[in-house]
């Protein structure tokens, strides 16, 4: 009979087991049957950081050294010994490995190779599950203990290093933080690299030094983005990975459809950014926006979808029956349909001096970081809606007090009633009606912020270190003007010819999520919606290729 595995995800004491954990006889017999028996000799290179594309290995005997390197020395992250197997999340895209691989000893291995990995995945799902639950856990591992990698060095307060920090945190890419205004060997950098305050913030990787990239230079050099062959014609392009946008990409990866996710900035989009979501199905204790993006992410990446990050889409060609949608930096992407799930953003408020303090001071986004940003200090939230509650609820146990700022008399009408609850029952929040920001300021960031008192009539200045702007929503469609029907707002209209209610006024082109005119603004009905509409691109696609068989004939 063989052994057990030790993958009992119940037991606290297991999580070592669950990372890096052996395999028995026969789920190792399995494995092999998908790659090819190799001897290799001590010190063998069998992966290295940087590379894409990576195989999967399974120890038999000897060990494999997974190695990290910083500051130009290199030290071990683990050692997987016989039983155990390498890799972590980059086996699921094409991206560029953070560690390298190195034998110890004569090492015998099974090697899978990309492809066949995927297959042993599919076919095997009891192995699949250890292997998924593995590479997630050595994420995280990689996250909290920094390593794998780069240093971002800069002030704290920065607007650039807070762009930055927020671009790596959201897209999952472990990396540390040299304070240039408290660290005081922030200097040694600077000689090593040959810097000068006006270079910063700069982000150090492989021993050269990016100086205040953009996000699409810095996801070019860390190989966050993917390659995409302009001759490929998927099936489907999802536009936008926020919680709609990886329904979609789930679902139709999963169904077997060619699919490719083009992404601005992160996973995630609006609902990534939220602190914590307690209202959604199946998460009692509730989650993290980015944690929920996280695991769909995963999921769209298991099932064969393409992510691509820094993607942003301008435009799109529908005068060819394959539709060329038109990126940023100039190239194309071939698809036979389009799913728009780009979403909204939360609208700036009309006070004087805001774009000064975005990033440094002013915020869109409530999540740990701009949480230890404002430790220690007042904050200020304008809005009424869930996001804005959410934040509050947060940010109450980090600031020192919260003032939630609201133009209407209360909350009922716009925020659920759990949160309403624990706003009026906490102490260190108080909810302000009839208000709106007049001015703010401060010398290097934010330091106060004005409101107008309507109801007494009085302007009130408030000593704050965060002002977090959570109100309406402006849909990110611009990118479809002149292609779809849209509304004054904005807003796609769909549901053209009935056929179905994610169907914009282009055959081939569906909305859904926030995107959508007629959509509930929640994350719930926003994957809901990205489910569903698979089954109309499936009937778009089977339509149109009949059709051209038909005229093949004629």
């Known amino acids: 009979m063989a052994e057990r595995d030790n993958d009992d995800p119940s037991d606290p004491y297991q999580r070592e087991a669950q990372t890096f954990p052996k395999l028995n006889d026969d789920r190792m017999a399995r494995i092999s049957r998908f790659g090819a028996r190799e001897t290799v000799a001590d010190g063998t290179l069998l992966f290295e950081r940087g590379e894409r594309s990576v195989d999967f290995f399974l120890v038999l005997k000897g060990a494999i050294d997974i190695l990290d390197e910083q500051g130009g020395a290199e ?52 192995i ?27 002030s704290g307060r ?21 304070d240039t205004d408290r660290d005081g060997d922030a200097q040694g950098l600077f000689d090593c690299f040959d810097l000068t305050e006006r270079d910063l913030p700069v982000v150090i990787s492989s021993g050269s030094a990016l100086r205040n990239p953009s996000d699409a230079e810095l996801a070019n050099a860390l190989g966050l983005t993917a390659d995409i062959d302009p001759g490929h014609v998927f099936d489907v392009a999802v536009v936008g990975a926020g919680p709609a946008g ?6 139709a990866a999963s169904e077997g459809l060619d699919v490719v996710v083009l992404e601005k900035i992160a996973p995630g989009g609006q609902a990534g950014t939220s602190s914590k979501i307690e209202n959604y199905l199946g998460f009692p204790t509730g989650i993290s926006g980015q944690a929920l993006a996280g695991r769909a992410q995963i999921q769209a990446q298991k099932f064969g979808a393409r992510l691509a990050v820094s993607c942003a ?22 698809a036979n349909a389009v799913i728009a799930a780009t979403g909204a953003r939360y609208r700036k408020i ?44 947060f940010l109450a146990r980090h600031a ?24 009026d029952a906490a102490a260190d929040i108080t909810l302000h009606t009839s208000c709106q920001v007049t001015g703010i300021g401060g010398d290097s960031g934010l330091e106060w912020i004005e409101w107008l008192d309507s109801t007494k009539g009085v302007t009130v200045r408030q000593e704050a270190a ?83 068989r038909v005229l093949a004939t004629l």
């Open 350 to 393: 009309d006070v004087e001096g805001l774009e000064r303090f975005e990033g440094a001071g002013v915020h869109y986004a409530a999540t740990a970081m701009e949480a230890n940003l404002c430790s220690g200090s007042p904050v200020v939230i304008v809005g009424g809606g869930n996001s804005a509650g959410q934040a509050a609820v």
């Open 246 to 251: 990886l329904a979609a990409a789930v679902y």
């Open 313 to 334: 889409v301008t435009g799109v060609d529908y005068s060819d029956p394959i539709f060329r949608i038109e990126l940023e930096d100039g190239s194309i992407v071939r």
């Open 75 to 126: 030290r071990r992250v683990h050692r997987h010994e016989a039983r155990q197997f390498t890799g972590e999340l980059d086996l699921f895209n094409d991206r560029k490995i953070l560690v390298s691989g190195r034998a110890d000893g004569e090492t015998e291995v099974v090697r899978v190779r990309r492809p066949d990995f995927r297959r042993l995945i599919a076919a095997e799902p009891d």
């Open 400 to 423: 020192v007090h919260v003032h939630l700022l609201v133009r209407g008399k209360g909350l009922a009408d716009s925020m659920s009633r759990y949160l309403v609850e624990r706003i």
């Open 466 to 548: 965060g002002l977090f702007v959570m109100i309406g929503a402006e849909p990110n469609t611009d990118w479809l003007k002149g292609c779809v029907e849209r509304d004054d707002k904005g807003f796609i209209i769909t549901g053209a010819g009935g056929s179905s209610p994610f169907l914009t006024s282009r055959a081939g082109i569906y909305a859904v999520g926030d995107a959508r005119a007629s959509s509930v603004k929640r994350i719930a009905s926003a994957v809901g919606e990205g489910s569903v509409v698979v089954a109309s691109v499936h009937k778009w696609l089977e339509d149109r290729d009949q059709q051209q």
């Open 158 to 178: 920065s607007a650039d290093t807070i762009r930055i920090r927020a671009f790596l945190t959201r897209n999952g890419y472990p990396h540390s933080l040299i």
């Open 128 to 154: 699949g599950e250890i292997v998924m639950r593995a590479f997630i856990l050595r994420r995280v591992g990689l996250l909290r203990h920094e390593q794998g990698g780069v240093t971002l060095a800069g």
